[in-house]
T-cell receptor, first 117, second 110 residues
Framework: EAGVTQFPSHSVIEKGQTVTLRCDPI?????LYWYRRVMGKEIKFLLH????????ESGMPNNRFLAERTGGTYSTLKVQPAELEDSGVYFC???????????????FGEGSRLTVL | DAKTTQPNSMESNEEEPVHLPCNHS???????IHWYRQLPSQGPEYVIH???SNVNNRMASLAIAEDRKSSTLILHRATLRDAAVYYC???????????FGQGTELSVKP
């Protein structure tokens, strides 16, 4: 069974450009999460989809970040325009957790490293 | 948000047991305790979780204090491949969102 896959593995762009990161969750997982780790900091939650709906987007840093999950399958995270402080590793995770559950395993991808110059 | 406290780093020798402590004094009665680890250049991976009783799986054991304010992840025989950052987490009630702390960086010496 394929795990969570993320693309690209590494992206280098200049400040002001746009980047779109993609995440393919494990098939059948309704829950999809985005996290990021900025250099030297902790892994931070960004947002959570249940199917195509945004369940929790409290961690999105600002309106330069746009996440979508059309059709409830794969998700994209677009950064437009990118700033230097957006550099870091963006992780996607998926799970089969049902509404009201607070436990269960999250499966993470290997991350997309973003470098903004 | 949920809050846990772990030592920043620990060292172990290969083939020896490792006990990784975690304090979670604000945990609620229904919060599970999860442990994840992040190997170099990889995404976090699930290790183990528990509520009140001690738990064992193929990767590790989890010992939970009776008052649930602390827990210990036990690697019975550390290998070089166990070198990673270990995170002790108790999820929020909002769909299982994980709140990562700084974790414990475990180094394993041959």
């Amino acid at each position: 069974e394929a795990g969570v896959t993320q693309f690209p593995s590494h992206s280098v762009i200049e400040k002001g450009q746009t980047v779109t990161l993609r995440c393919d969750p494990i098939s059948g997982h309704d829950n999809l999460y985005w996290y990021r780790r900025v250099m030297g900091k902790e892994i931070k939650f960004l947002l959570h989809f249940v199917k195509e709906s945004k369940q929790d987007e409290s961690g999105m840093p600002n309106n330069r970040f746009l996440a979508e999950r059309t059709g409830g399958t794969y998700s994209t995270l677009k950064v437009q325009p990118a700033e230097l402080e957006d550099s870091g590793v963006y992780f996607c995770a998926s799970s089969q957790l049902k509404s009201g559950q607070n436990t269960g395993e999250l499966f993470f991808g290997e991350g997309s490293r973003l470098t903004v110059l | 948000d949920a809050k846990t406290t772990q030592p920043n780093s620990m060292e172990s020798n290969e083939e020896e047991p490792v006990h990784l402590p975690c304090n979670h004094s604000t945990i609620s009665g229904t919060d599970y305790i999860h442990w994840y680890r992040q190997l170099p250049s990889q995404g976090p991976e699930y290790v183990i979780h528990g509520l009140t009783s001690n738990v064992n799986n193929r990767m590790a054991s989890l010992a939970i204090a009776e008052d649930r304010k602390s827990s210990t992840l036990i690697l019975h025989r550390a290998t070089l491949r166990d070198a990673a950052v270990y995170y002790c987490i108790h999820p929020s009630h909002q769909g299982g969102k994980l709140i990562f702390g700084q974790g414990t960086e475990l180094s394993v010496k041959p």
